[in-house]
């Protein structure tokens, strides 16, 4: 069964640091690791669209954030582990959401990494609370 599941998350007051970890498990219908694919985050504030965070490739050369996380976010990946990891700083009271790890299928383009119609494979979320 394929799996990926988010931890890290909670109350931070604005200005600290929070690290999220997604750790994948299972295998596809083709037998390949979710590792294999590009992977991202994203998140969601109450009433709001899931938006997209960043994104790494499959090899952790590329990666891509959005303009409101550049400078203060950083995404990584661990093959051997099964893991991504996002890294938060500085952070603020907008960035209070639910934040989802995906991993692309092996339709998945790099050039859509910014698309959650892109990523087959969903975590379940974890709440990310930023106090002003």
């Known amino acids: 069964q394929v799996q990926l599941i988010e931890s890290g998350g909670g109350l931070v007051q604005a200005g600290k640091s929070m690290r999220l970890s997604c750790t994948a498990s299972?295998?596809?219908?083709?037998?390949?690791?979710?590792?294999?694919?590009?992977m991202g985050w994203f998140r969601q504030a109450t009433g709001k669209e899931r938006e997209f965070v960043a994104a790494?490739?499959?090899?952790?050369?590329?990666?891509y954030y959005t303009d409101s996380v550049k400078d203060r976010f950083s995404i990584s990946r661990e093959h051997a582990e099964n893991t991504m990891d996002l890294q938060m700083n500085s952070l603020k009271p907008e960035d209070t959401a639910v934040y989802f790890c995906?991993?692309?299928?092996?339709?998945?383009?790099?050039?859509?990494?910014?698309?959650?119609?892109?990523?087959?494979?969903w975590g379940q979320g974890t709440q990310v609370t930023v106090s002003s």
């Open positions: 790494i490739n499959w090899s952790g050369i590329w990666t």
């Open positions: 299972g295998r596809t219908p083709d037998q390949r690791a979710l590792t294999d694919y590009s």
């Open positions: 995906a991993a692309m299928g092996s339709a998945g383009k790099w050039s859509d990494h910014d698309d959650k119609g892109s990523y087959k494979y």
